[in-house]
């Protein structure tokens, strides 16, 4: 099955300043790429998404980039705000899959 | 447009009382739905999922259990609560790929 590597576990960075956080995936079949912000009480939501027939994909200060070859995708966030800090999931399936296999999560912590 | 429920929002029970946790989905047909446990600070962890009625898949055994009575309403059951199924569960519904998550009942079991 899938399986999905993430990292970094933590990621404090200056406010203003960019977040990266890297996912590796086993599967080279997987053709669905989610991201998902968790903030502290509240359940995950999907900020953006990718799918393997897009190398990249902006939405405003978020950014997602995937590399197929390497099977790795990351997530980019510019201009870093506090309300950006939370825990940051990845994701990867088949578009047949029954399930997502999720990466363990990145904390982000943009200071101010 | 689509929304999830789940209820109750917060749950503090004693050890070995039966536990009962019920997630709605709105607006859509026919979803997968999933059951999930976050420990603190810890990843989800896949408990249950249902691709229709009556049809539940395990991904952990454990003294839980998962019913799918109607197409939008998933529960997540136990019989006797051990203070390890402390947690924070989440219920999601997906069609097609995306996935989307409900807000989450937090259950202190003492």
């Known amino acids: 099955g899938e399986n999905v590597e993430q990292h970094p576990s933590t990621l404090s960075v200056q406010e203003g300043d960019s977040a990266v956080i890297k996912c590796t995936y086993s599967?080279?079949?997987?053709?669905?790429f989610p991201w998902y912000k968790q903030e502290l009480g509240k359940g995950p939501q999907l900020i953006i998404d990718?799918?393997?027939?897009?190398g990249e994909k902006k939405d405003q200060r978020i950014a997602v980039t995937l590399n197929k070859t390497a099977k790795h995708f990351s997530l980019h966030i510019t201009e870093t705000q506090p309300e950006d800090s939370a825990v940051y999931f990845c994701?990867?399936?088949?578009?047949?899959?029954?399930?997502?296999?999720f990466g363990s999560g990145t904390q982000l912590t943009v200071l101010p | 447009s689509q929304t999830i429920h789940q209820w109750p929002a917060t749950l503090v029970q004693p050890v070995g009382s039966p536990l009962s946790l019920e997630c709605t989905v709105e607006?859509?047909?026919?979803?997968?739905l999933y059951w999930y446990r976050q420990a603190a600070g810890r990843g989800l962890q896949l408990l249950f999922y249902?691709?229709?009625?009556?049809?539940i898949s395990s991904e952990v055994p454990q003294n839980l259990s998962a019913s799918r009575p109607q197409d939008r309403q998933f529960i997540l059951s136990s019989k006797k609560l051990l203070l390890s199924d402390s947690g924070f569960y989440l219920c999601?519904?997906?069609?097609?790929?995306?996935?989307?998550f409900g807000p989450g009942t937090r259950l202190t079991v003492l």
């Open positions: 999601a519904w997906k069609q097609s790929d995306t996935q989307y």
């Open positions: 599967d080279s079949a997987s053709n669905y």
């Open positions: 990718i799918r393997s027939n897009v």
């Open positions: 994701a990867a399936s088949r578009s047949s899959a029954r399930q997502l296999t």
């Open positions: 607006g859509t047909s026919n979803p997968n």
């Open positions: 249902s691709v229709g009625i009556g049809q």
